[in-house]
C-alpha cells in the first residue's frame, strides 16, 4: 500500500513537472518545433489539394452521394504526403471504400524529383534554415587545412586542329548486326503514363475511368503497387489497402457517441491516458486541416470519426482504437461537395431554450477551432457531453454571464479537472478557451499563433501522453 502511495504522489508530482516545464522554463522555438510545424502546414496544403480532386475528379454513376472521410498516414509516404480514405455511399450498410492516396507536390521544377513533404505555396521559415546549418556544423564540421598547391606539370604542346592541317581523315563504320526486335523501337511512353518507382509498371491514368465506385470494387488486388494517379492540383496516386480480415470496415464510431456512452452507462470511464491520447491527436489535426473544408470552422466530437474496429472495454474502462481520427466531408453529385453539418448539440452561445434569447447571454469565440477544441477536451476530461456539462453551470452563473465561455471556463478551473487529469491540461483548455495565447492574435494563419499553439498544446499533450505510459508500466510491474 504504501509503494502504491509513493507511485501516486509520484505521478502527480511528475505531471506537474510537465506544466512547469512548459510554462516557466518553455524554449519558445527550437529546430524540432519549427519542422515539426513546417510538416503540419504541409500537410494542410495536402489535404487541400486532395479536396479539390476527390470533389472535381471522383465521377459515380451509381451512387447519388458519398461521404469521404480522411486521416493522415505518418508512414508510408514515398514522396509526398499519404492520407487514408474512406470513400462511402450513402446507402445503409454499405462498406467504404478504403483506398491510400498520395499527394506530391508537382510545382515548378519540382517534376523530376520532388522532395518528401514538399509545397511550392509555403516560404520556408529562415530561422530553420539557421539551426539547421548551424547542427550540422556542429556535427560534421572539421578545422579548415589550407595546403600549398602542387607544382605544375611539364606543359605538354596542344595538337594542331584537324580542319587546320588541310587533311581529311577518314573515319571507319563500325556495322553491328541488329535483332528484328530492335528493328523496331518502341514509342516512347505517353505523358500520361505515370511509372511506379518501386516495381517499374506504368499507373493508370484514372481520369480516363468513368465510375471510380465500381472500378475500385472489381479491383482484388492489393498491396504497395501504385493502382492509378490524377494529375489535378499536383500529382496523386492512388493505393488498395491490405485490410485486416478480423475488422470490419462498416464499423464506424464517432467520439461523441464514446463520451454518450459512458456518460449513459454511469459505470464506465475514459482512461486518464486514453484521453490524453486523444486530446493530442485532435490538437495535431486542428494543425492539420483548420481552415479546410475537412475541419469546419465550428466542430464538435461528433466530426471525429474511427473506422474499422470496435470500441475496446474492460471492465470499467473504455478505450478508443490506437489510430488517427479521420475527419469527413460529404459528396452530392448534384450540389458538389459540402461540409458534414454539425448537429444542434454544440453552438457558441449558451443553449437557451428561450424564443426570445438576450443577445448578452451569447458568447462568440474569437477562433472558433480553437475554442470548440477546448470544449472537447472538456468531454474527454469529465465524460460527459457539453450540454450535460453547460446547462447546470449556466444556471449558477450571474444572467449576464450565461454565455458559453463563461460556463467553460468555470469548468477548466474546477477542481475535479485538475484532480481528474493534472492542472497542466486546465491550463491548456483556459488557453484555448482565450484563443490568443496572450499574443492579441485570434488568427491561426499567424505564424506565432502556431507557434504559441504548438509549443503550449500538442508538445505538452505528446509529452503527457508519453509521462503516462512511462508511469502506467511501472504502475503495473508491483
Same mark, same amino acid.
Given at each position: 500500500?504504501?509503494?502504491?502511495?509513493?507511485?501516486?504522489?509520484?505521478?502527480?508530482?511528475?505531471?506537474?513537472?510537465?506544466?512547469?516545464?512548459?510554462?516557466?522554463?518553455?524554449?519558445?522555438?527550437?529546430?524540432?518545433?519549427?519542422?515539426?510545424?513546417?510538416?503540419?502546414?504541409?500537410?494542410?496544403?495536402?489535404?487541400?489539394?486532395?479536396?479539390?480532386?476527390?470533389?472535381?475528379?471522383?465521377?459515380?454513376?451509381?451512387?447519388?452521394?458519398?461521404?469521404?472521410?480522411?486521416?493522415?498516414?505518418?508512414?508510408?509516404?514515398?514522396?509526398?504526403?499519404?492520407?487514408?480514405?474512406?470513400?462511402?455511399?450513402?446507402?445503409?450498410?454499405?462498406?467504404?471504400?478504403?483506398?491510400?492516396?498520395?499527394?506530391?507536390?508537382?510545382? !515548378?521544377?519540382?517534376?523530376?524529383?520532388? $522532395?518528401?513533404?514538399?509545397?511550392? &505555396?509555403? +516560404?520556408?521559415?529562415?530561422? /530553420? %534554415? =539557421?539551426?539547421?546549418?548551424?547542427?550540422?556544423?556542429?556535427?560534421?564540421?572539421?578545422?579548415?587545412?589550407?595546403?600549398?598547391?602542387?607544382? !605544375?606539370?611539364?606543359?605538354?604542346?596542344? $595538337?594542331?586542329?584537324?580542319?587546320? &592541317?588541310? +587533311?581529311?581523315?577518314?573515319? /571507319? %563504320? =563500325?556495322?553491328?548486326?541488329?535483332?528484328?526486335?530492335?528493328?523496331?523501337?518502341?514509342?516512347?511512353?505517353?505523358?500520361?503514363?505515370?511509372?511506379?518507382?518501386?516495381?517499374?509498371?506504368?499507373?493508370?491514368?484514372?481520369?480516363?475511368?468513368?465510375?471510380?465506385?465500381?472500378?475500385?470494387?472489381?479491383?482484388?488486388?492489393?498491396?504497395?503497387?501504385?493502382?492509378?494517379?490524377?494529375?489535378?492540383?499536383?500529382?496523386?496516386?492512388?493505393?488498395?489497402?491490405?485490410?485486416?480480415?478480423?475488422?470490419?470496415?462498416?464499423?464506424?464510431?464517432?467520439?461523441?457517441?464514446?463520451?454518450?456512452?459512458?456518460?449513459?452507462?454511469?459505470?464506465?470511464?475514459?482512461?486518464?491516458?486514453?484521453?490524453?491520447?486523444?486530446?493530442?491527436?485532435?490538437?495535431?489535426?486542428?494543425?492539420?486541416?483548420?481552415?479546410?473544408?475537412?475541419?469546419?470552422?465550428?466542430?464538435?466530437?461528433?466530426?471525429?470519426?474511427?473506422?474499422?474496429?470496435?470500441?475496446?472495454?474492460?471492465?470499467?474502462?473504455?478505450?478508443?482504437?490506437?489510430?488517427?481520427?479521420?475527419?469527413?466531408?460529404?459528396?452530392?453529385?448534384?450540389?458538389?461537395?459540402?461540409?458534414?453539418?454539425?448537429?444542434?448539440?454544440?453552438?457558441?452561445?449558451?443553449?437557451?431554450?428561450?424564443?426570445?434569447?438576450?443577445?448578452?447571454?451569447?458568447?462568440?469565440?474569437?477562433?472558433?477551432?480553437?475554442?470548440?477544441?477546448?470544449?472537447?477536451?472538456?468531454?474527454?476530461?469529465?465524460?460527459?457531453?457539453?450540454?450535460?456539462?453547460?446547462?447546470?453551470?449556466?444556471?449558477?452563473?450571474?444572467?449576464?454571464?450565461?454565455?458559453?465561455?463563461?460556463?467553460?471556463?468555470?469548468?477548466?478551473?474546477?477542481?475535479?479537472?485538475?484532480?481528474?487529469?493534472?492542472?497542466?491540461?486546465?491550463?491548456?483548455?483556459?488557453?484555448?478557451?482565450?484563443?490568443?495565447?496572450?499574443?492579441?492574435?485570434?488568427?491561426?494563419?499567424?505564424?506565432?499563433?502556431?507557434?504559441?499553439?504548438?509549443?503550449?498544446?500538442?508538445?505538452?499533450?505528446?509529452?503527457?501522453?508519453?509521462?503516462?505510459?512511462?508511469?502506467?508500466?511501472?504502475?503495473?510491474?508491483?
Amino acid at each position: 500500500m504504501n509503494d502504491f502511495r509513493n507511485l501516486t504522489s509520484q505521478i502527480i508530482q511528475e505531471l506537474g513537472q510537465i506544466k512547469s516545464s512548459s510554462d516557466q522554463n518553455r524554449p519558445r522555438l527550437t529546430a524540432s518545433h519549427l519542422t515539426t510545424l513546417d510538416k503540419y502546414r504541409r500537410i494542410r496544403t495536402a489535404s487541400s489539394r486532395l479536396y479539390e480532386t476527390v470533389s472535381l475528379r471522383w465521377p459515380c454513376a451509381t451512387h447519388p452521394g458519398h461521404a469521404a472521410s480522411i486521416s493522415f498516414q505518418d508512414k508510408g509516404a514515398e514522396r509526398g504526403v499519404k492520407f487514408s480514405v474512406a470513400m462511402g455511399s450513402r446507402e445503409r450498410g454499405s462498406a467504404p471504400l478504403w483506398l491510400d492516396i498520395e499527394y506530391i507536390d508537382m510545382g !515548378p521544377g519540382r517534376q523530376a524529383s520532388p $522532395p518528401p513533404l514538399s509545397t511550392s &505555396t509555403e +516560404v520556408q521559415d529562415p530561422r /530553420k %534554415a =539557421v539551426f539547421d546549418i548551424v547542427k550540422d556544423l556542429e556535427e560534421h564540421g572539421q578545422p579548415m587545412v589550407i595546403r600549398s598547391p602542387p607544382p !605544375p606539370k611539364k606543359l605538354v604542346k596542344r $595538337p594542331k586542329d584537324v580542319q587546320t &592541317t588541310g +587533311v581529311l581523315k577518314k573515319l /571507319k %563504320a =563500325v556495322r553491328f548486326q541488329t535483332s528484328a526486335a530492335d528493328s523496331n523501337p518502341q514509342p516512347a511512353a505517353s505523358e500520361d503514363e505515370d511509372c511506379d518507382s518501386a516495381t517499374a509498371i506504368p499507373a493508370q491514368n484514372l481520369e480516363r475511368v468513368s465510375d471510380f465506385c465500381q472500378h475500385f470494387q472489381n479491383r482484388a488486388l492489393c498491396g504497395s503497387d501504385c493502382i492509378g494517379y490524377i494529375r489535378h492540383s499536383g500529382l496523386h496516386r492512388f493505393y488498395l489497402p491490405s485490410i485486416d480480415a478480423t475488422t470490419d470496415p462498416r464499423n464506424q464510431t464517432n467520439l461523441a457517441d464514446v463520451i454518450e456512452r459512458i456518460a449513459r452507462d454511469g459505470t464506465l470511464t475514459l482512461p486518464r491516458r486514453a484521453a490524453v491520447r486523444v486530446a493530442g491527436t485532435l490538437a495535431s489535426a486542428v494543425l492539420q486541416y483548420h481552415a479546410t473544408p475537412w475541419l469546419p470552422e465550428v466542430w464538435e466530437s461528433s466530426h471525429v470519426q474511427y473506422f474499422g474496429t470496435n470500441l475496446i472495454q474492460n471492465h470499467e474502462n473504455i478505450g478508443l482504437p490506437e489510430q488517427l481520427p479521420y475527419f469527413g466531408v460529404e459528396l452530392s453529385r448534384r450540389d458538389g461537395m459540402t461540409n458534414t453539418s454539425p448537429s444542434p448539440g454544440l453552438s457558441l452561445a449558451a443553449p437557451d431554450t428561450k424564443a426570445h434569447q438576450d443577445t448578452s447571454k451569447t458568447a462568440v469565440a474569437r477562433n472558433p477551432s480553437l475554442f470548440c477544441l477546448g470544449i472537447v477536451l472538456l468531454e474527454l476530461a469529465y465524460c460527459k457531453p457539453w450540454p450535460s456539462l453547460c446547462e447546470p453551470v449556466l444556471e449558477r452563473l450571474e444572467p449576464t454571464k450565461r454565455t458559453a465561455y463563461h460556463a467553460a471556463e468555470r469548468l477548466a478551473q474546477s477542481t475535479f479537472l485538475r484532480d481528474r487529469m493534472w492542472p497542466g491540461y486546465s491550463d491548456i483548455v483556459c488557453k484555448l478557451l482565450g484563443c490568443d495565447f496572450g499574443l492579441g492574435k485570434t488568427d491561426l494563419e499567424d505564424e506565432r499563433l502556431q507557434e504559441a499553439f504548438l509549443v503550449d498544446v500538442v508538445s505538452v499533450l505528446q509529452r503527457a501522453e508519453v509521462r503516462l505510459a512511462e508511469l502506467s508500466a511501472r504502475m503495473s510491474g508491483l
